[in-house]
């Protein structure tokens, strides 16, 4: 059948195009169903964000699940393309924030005064003219420090309409929230936007700390890390799953890190498990 990447593609004289075709007009009634619907058939999960020295939880990213009635869990990478292009993504990201929220001012008051949470926009959302109003309304109904919220927004969103975004993003900074750059290294070459932009924390891509055991790979990782560090931007490795990739990072002064080697995205009530013993899991540990 025709390959996905990312936005749906289909080559016109692939004969199974109708039926591709078809399948995802599908998948997009039922999205519009899911989120009509008050959104039971959703749940935001959350990953640690793991401080490298201590091994302690510094905060958790929420990450948006679906589980259907027929096909079982649909993952965010193919549902969040369908509900960016029907628009449908303001409404549930906007709920998303809001649960979100709501968890992170909760666990604070039992276990974790300091915890971050991460929510990840959207294009779409990132252009939304009410976003900035939203989040303001988000804040204040549940009580969340806006410096507990972290917005990660990938770099090609941030370059997009460069003097919308540079508005929107001042305008989010006014709030007193942080800007993450989400999957840093993938988009733009450009690097100058770092300087322009009110960013706080860069989101070194799972692709080089996959790779980061090639030394040109981990040559690229160092040097955004002292980037970070010249800028005065706080970094985070994605997709760390092995111990020796946990102690490069480590080793070159990556300060926080999520992947499968500490967690695997949990539901709110294993991520507050977790958050009790304050320590992620780690090799060896627990
Ligand atoms: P992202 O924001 O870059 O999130 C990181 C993705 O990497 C998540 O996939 C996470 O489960 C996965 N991951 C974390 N650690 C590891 C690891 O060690 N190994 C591997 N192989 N993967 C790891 P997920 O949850 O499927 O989300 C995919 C993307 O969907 C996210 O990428 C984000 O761009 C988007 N997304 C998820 N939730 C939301 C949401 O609520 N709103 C919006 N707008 N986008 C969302
Ligand atoms: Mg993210
Ligand atoms: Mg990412
Ligand atoms: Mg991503």
Redesign the pocket.
């Known amino acids: 059948g025709a390959k996905r990447s990312g936005k749906a593609k289909y080559e016109i004289f692939d004969p199974s195009m109708g039926a591709e075709a078809h399948a995802r007009l599908g998948l997009e009634n039922d999205l519009r169903r899911a989120v009509g619907n008050g959104g039971a058939e959703f749940r ?2 959350y ?1 640690p964000k793991v401080l490298l020295e201590t091994g302690e939880i510094f905060g958790f ?5 679906w589980r259907h009635p027929e096909r079982g869990v649909v ?3 193919e549902f ?1 393309p369908l509900a960016e292009e029907t628009g449908l ?1 303001v409404d ?2 906007r709920r ?1 924030l809001r649960e979100a929220c709501r968890q992170a001012k909760t666990w604070q008051g039992e276990a974790a005064p300091g915890l971050v949470v991460g ?4 294009a779409r ?1 990132f252009q939304d003219p009410n976003l900035v109003g939203d989040v303001s309304a988000v804040l204040a109904e549940t009580g969340l420090a806006p410096d507990s919220l972290v917005l ?1 927004i ?1 770099e090609s969103v941030v370059m997009d309409d460069a003097p919308v975004a540079a508005g929107t993003l001042a305008a989010l900074k006014d709030l007193g929230l942080r800007i993450a750059v ?2 840093f290294g993938t988009g733009y070459s450009s690097l100058s936007y770092l300087k322009r932009f009110p960013v706080d924390y860069l ?1 070194i ?2 692709s080089f700390v996959d790779r980061i055991e090639d030394s040109d790979v981990e040559a690229i990782v160092s040097a955004m890390i002292d980037l970070a560090a010249a800028l005065g931007l706080r970094v985070i490795a ?4 092995e111990e020796g990739q946990r102690s490069r990072l480590e080793t070159l002064g990556c300060e926080l890190a ?4 500490f967690s ?2 949990l539901p709110a009530l294993d991520a507050a498990r977790l958050l009790r013993m304050r320590l992620a899991p780690r090799p060896g540990i627990g």
Do not use: H, M, W, Y
């Open positions: 935001v999960f990953q990213e929420a990450l948006l699940r993952g965010p990478d969040i993504i549930l990201g998303v929510v990840n926009l959207s959302q990660e990938t989400d999957d989101k891509d799972r994605e997709g760390v799953e999520q992947g499968f080697l695997k995205p």
